[in-house]
């Protein structure tokens, strides 16, 4: 089974910030990745899907790229709203598995 | 607008069966995959169980395989996770969710709903 594996597990960051998570397969996946934000006691959000395609909604802040085995999330200034756990997740086959997710808080 | 509601769950003891359903309104349910999440407390999103639109085919986590079955009644709009042999770590809030978008043999997961509580407990 392909597993999935994100860096960092958590992250501290200023307002106004780049921010960049990272998700790696243990085996190529294309590019049927997606992205999730949860924030504290709250459903799932899908932010983008196809590794690099936005979800009608999502601000343009949030941007992914990869392909094959290792993918990114990108936050290109990040925003007081945007403390969530984020997950990746691959669709590419019968098991669609999840990262084990990074966290993300304001300095 | 899309609506999923999960029901069913409570408190089960170890080696018990406990049966989940997710009402689905708010779009066509025979066109959309479905899926089961779920999240034990404090810890991350596991993906149990998927079923095509069609419930053609259907497919398992790892750690759920030959106890769980994901059904749905696309007559009745309503998806179900059959749970038996359940385990202390079967203990998770249960997300019903649905594809992004219709007719797809595989794809993201686009709606979740708000989740049912299972514990597993003696």
């Known amino acids: 089974d392909i597993q999935m594996t994100q860096s960092p597990s958590s992250l501290s960051a200023s307002v106004g910030d780049r921010v960049t998570i990272t998700c790696r397969a243990s085996q190529g996946i294309s590019n049927y990745l997606a992205w999730y934000q949860q924030k504290p006691g709250k459903v799932p959000k899908l932010l983008i899907y196809a590794a690099s395609t936005l979800q009608s909604g999502v601000p343009s802040r949030f941007s992914g790229s990869g392909s094959g085995t290792d993918f990114t999330l990108t936050i290109s200034s990040l925003q007081p709203e945007d403390v969530a756990t984020y997950y990746c997740q691959k669709y590419n086959s019968a098991l669609h598995t999840f990262g084990p997710g990074t966290k993300v808080d304001i300095k | 607008q899309v609506q999923l509601v999960e029901s069913g769950g409570g408190v089960v003891q170890p080696g018990r069966s406990l049966r989940l359903s997710c009402a689905a309104s708010g779009f066509t349910f025979s066109s959309y995959g479905m899926h089961w999440v779920r999240q034990a407390p404090g810890k991350g999103l596991e993906w149990v169980a998927v079923?095509?639109?069609?419930?053609?085919?259907?497919y398992y986590a790892d750690s759920v395989k030959g106890r769980f079955t994901i059904s749905r009644d696309n007559s009745k709009n309503t998806l179900y996770l059959q749970m038996n042999s359940l385990r202390a770590e079967d203990t998770a809030v249960y997300y019903c969710?649905?594809?992004?978008?219709?007719?797809?043999?595989?794809?993201?997961?686009?709606?979740w709903g708000q989740g049912t509580l299972v514990t597993v407990s003696s």
């Open positions: 969710a649905r594809d992004s978008r219709r007719l797809q043999l595989t794809d993201a997961v686009g709606y």
């Open positions: 079923i095509w639109y069609d419930g053609s085919n259907k």
